[in-house]
């Protein structure tokens, strides 16, 4: 029978800390205060993260008989029917909360549900891999977005909404991307080249992260919480990144990409500090030190 900690390492619960960010920085994004339906589409957002890392093992079980014969599937602490049923499971119930926060909501769901069934069945291991992850973090972001407009336009329509969310998507599918690729590597090592690329990723989005808005002059609280909130992202992605640039051992490459998905929180939290409301951005930052913790007891990779 398989134990709760079994499962807590198929579903990478540590990882699951980087989530809900991106509902509140979509919500950001769009202009209004999140409420009811935007914790609706973070519900929405954790259940689909949650079936794409049980169908990731699901779909990766043979690979990682050879190479991770410790994980929940080859070790046979549970069986491949039940990461299916979970991934299954966990998909449905994310569109059917998406679904109660009204039909874009459930539109940009369905396509972050097709994408990432896509990349853990299909793309994973092929050249669009990074991209299709990117995309499904984008999608994610626009998910909060739409959610949060959606019980506050008169006309019903979500186009502003998701106007409005396309560049910081395009940041956080930026950093996905970079981390994707690093991940493509973990297990083997060697690619250091592709770190570097990372390393340039992460200097750019946390330069553009924490840029200064408006007229010269005092900063304000949210510019100055922008600011530290890029900086925290730079201090946790790039040094693993360095190393791994620097060594690209199996060990240093897969603490990279743990760095590169601990720092998804910061960067979610800055981008929320743009226009969103500063308690939902200390809320976001409060999540990293205990996504920190919980990784040293359940590896997010």
């Not at 519900?43 to 169908?55: K, Q, R």
């Not at 991934?87 to 396509?111: D, I, Q, W």
């Amino acid at each position: 029978m398989s134990a709760p900690r079994d499962w807590a390492e198929l579903l990478r619960l540590s990882a699951l800390f980087t989530v809900p960010g991106d509902a509140l920085a979509g919500a950001a994004a769009s202009g209004l205060r999140p409420g009811a339906r935007t914790a609706l589409a973070a519900g929405a957002s954790l259940c689909l993260y949650e079936a794409g890392m049980a169908l990731n093992d699901w779909a990766d079980r043979e690979e990682d008989a050879a190479e991770r014969p410790h994980r929940p599937l080859p070790s046979g602490r549970i069986t491949p029917a039940q990461a299916l049923a979970a991934a299954s499971g966990l998909t449905a119930a994310g569109v059917a909360l998406a679904l109660a926060a009204g039909r874009p909501a459930a539109l940009a769901a369905t396509a972050l549900a097709s994408t990432v069934w896509a990349y853990d069945l299909r793309l994973k291991h092929t050249a669009a891999g990074p991209a299709a992850m990117a995309a499904a973090r984008g999608l994610d972001l626009l998910l909060g977005a739409v959610a949060t407009a959606g019980s506050r336009t008169s006309s019903g329509s979500s186009a502003p909404a998701v106007r409005r969310a396309l560049l910081p998507a395009a940041v956080l599918g930026a950093h996905t991307y970079a981390v994707t690729a690093v991940s493509r590597t973990e297990t083997r090592g060697g690619a250091p080249g592709t770190a570097l690329a990372a390393l340039g990723t992460t200097a750019t989005i946390g330069a553009l992260a924490g840029a200064r808005r408006g007229p010269l002059g005092p900063r304000s609280p949210r510019d100055l919480a922008r600011t530290v909130l890029a900086g925290a992202y730079v201090a946790t992605a790039a040094r693993p990144f360095l190393h791994a640039a620097l060594n690209p051992s199996p060990p240093l490459t897969q603490q990279a990409v743990g760095g590169g998905i601990r720092a998804m929180i910061p960067l979610q939290a800055a981008l929320t500090a743009r226009s969103g409301p500063l308690a939902g951005t200390a809320l976001l930052a409060g999540l990293a030190p205990v996504a920190r913790r919980v990784a040293r007891k359940v590896s997010p990779t």
